[in-house]
């Protein structure tokens, strides 16, 4: 079993800044890519940011130059710095584990950590 478990979110200010982290524990091997998504009231859940174990990352055109993601292999820990967050960025915030193993892709999913950005 794999386990993930968010911690960072709360209430922020226009332009201020959060980082959340994002702990895996359990069987993880093989191949992974870590990463974060956001649901946001009335919208479907979107991609935020992924890390490869190789350090490669992939962001959302709406976080590019705001976020960085990044990762710690040997903990299973990844993070996600946000900086200049705005009302646009509010959402429930889930960690994304995914793993392959013998061409099989699993997908683990934390329980979700919200973020307000409000004055």
């Known amino acids: 079993q794999v386990q993930l478990v968010e911690s960072g979110g709360g209430l922020v200010q226009p332009e201020g800044s959060l980082r959340l982290t994002c702990a895996a524990s359990?069987?993880?091997?093989?191949?992974?890519?870590m990463g974060w998504y956001r649901q946001a009231p009335g919208k479907q859940r979107e991609l935020v940011a992924t890390?490869?174990?190789?350090?490669?990352?992939n962001y959302a055109d709406s976080v590019k130059g705001r976020f960085t993601i990044s990762r710690d292999n040997a903990k299973n820990v990844v993070y996600l710095q946000m900086n200049s967050l705005n009302s646009e960025d509010t959402a429930v915030y889930y960690c994304?584990?995914?793993?392959?193993?013998?061409?099989?892709?699993?997908?683990?999913w934390g329980q979700g950590t919200q973020v307000t950005v409000s004055s």
């Open positions: 994304n584990l995914d793993l392959y193993i013998g061409g099989v892709t699993y997908h683990y």
């Open positions: 359990g069987s993880i091997f093989g191949r992974k890519v």
């Open positions: 890390i490869s174990s190789g350090g490669t990352t």
